[in-house]
């Protein structure tokens, strides 16, 4: 009977459609980067609606952009010691984070979607998962940490300003958002083109190539605002909790999970990206979220466990 239900849970994990998901993430993509007259002029919008940030790591190169990364405009802001719009895009993460954590990573980020449809592309062996994967996952907290703070807040010029190293050496979504697209529609800019731009390209082909057989490579190891937003996953106001009550253990939730969480263990882990496979894959409906009230902070099953830490 075990493995009949297995195999039952098993064949409805492989039916489960994340279109509807992915429409989110296409819809917030074309939202955010609609400004049309920078993909034909090959130019970068530079209006008052550049000085807010947007929740996922969006190019601010991007000709089409509308909004500032928030890990760009960091970087800018440590290196300039522009003290007051560094309160501002602080607080935003800070805000952005206690309010949903990492369901920006699931529903918000343009390369996200990106990595998304990659890893749909058909290949003999998929990667879940394999030994070395915890440790890389430390990777992201080291590149925000270096790269992100502490690079651009001390390796200045000599007026004392720092660079945005992230995106200068590592950041692949800005290659493909915002290099990409300026060079082919610039030709000031191809003519500026160096060893940089082809360490970028190389970067980001590989990023590409595995994203084909690892799932989001870049959420996983290297993305440095997944490091920010991964912290509030346990703390913030959206959170997923697992009724005790109802779940019988299949594991159906952690074998649907492409980012090797365990729901029943850790219903908000800070590798959970949201993105709902976990709550389609349980048979009994054990696994549901939503924002955190009274209510549910009282709640709490036979085992006297509070389900909203489950």
Not at 49 to 65: D, E, F, I, R
């Amino acid at each position: 009977m075990a493995e009949k239900n297995t195999e039952k849970n098993s064949k409805k994990i492989k039916s489960i459609h994340e279109w509807p998901r992915h429409g989110i993430q296409f819809l917030w993509a074309l939202i955010t980067n609609s400004y049309l007259a920078g993909f034909l002029q090959g130019k970068i919008y530079t209006g008052k609606l550049k000085n807010l940030c947007v929740p996922g790591l969006n190019c601010y190169s991007c000709p089409g952009a509308l909004g500032s990364c928030p890990i760009g405009a960091l970087q800018a802001v440590i290196g300039s010691r522009n003290y007051q719009w560094a309160f501002y895009v602080s607080g935003f993460l800070i805000f952005v984070g206690a309010l949903v954590g990492r369901f920006v990573c699931g529903f918000l980020c343009p390369f996200g979607l990106i990595q998304d449809l990659l890893h749909k592309i058909p290949f003999p062996k998929k990667l879940k998962t394999f030994r070395g994967d915890k440790l890389l996952r430390k990777l992201k907290y080291v590149i925000l940490i270096l790269f992100v703070i502490l690079l651009p807040m001390f390796l200045t010029d000599i007026l004392g300003q720092g660079a945005p190293y992230f995106c200068k050496l590592i950041c692949p979504a800005g290659t493909l958002e915002g290099g990409i697209p300026l060079v082919l529609l610039n030709p000031v800019m191809r003519n500026a083109i160096g060893w940089l731009y082809a360490w970028k390209n190389v970067l980001l082909i590989v990023i590409v190539l595995l994203s084909i057989v690892i799932y989001r490579p870049f959420c996983k190891y290297l993305c440095p605002l997944g490091a920010v937003y991964s912290v509030f996953n346990p703390i913030s106001v959206f959170r997923y909790r697992v009724d005790k009550e109802k779940c019988t253990g299949c594991g159906a939730c952690t074998r649907a999970c492409k980012m090797n969480c365990n729901p029943v263990k850790n219903a908000n882990d800070p590798e959970c990206i949201r993105c709902g496979l976990c709550k389609k894959a349980c048979p009994t409906g054990a696994v549901c979220s939503g924002w955190r009230n009274e209510k549910q902070k009282n709640l709490t099953g036979k085992t006297g466990r509070d389900l909203t830490q489950a």
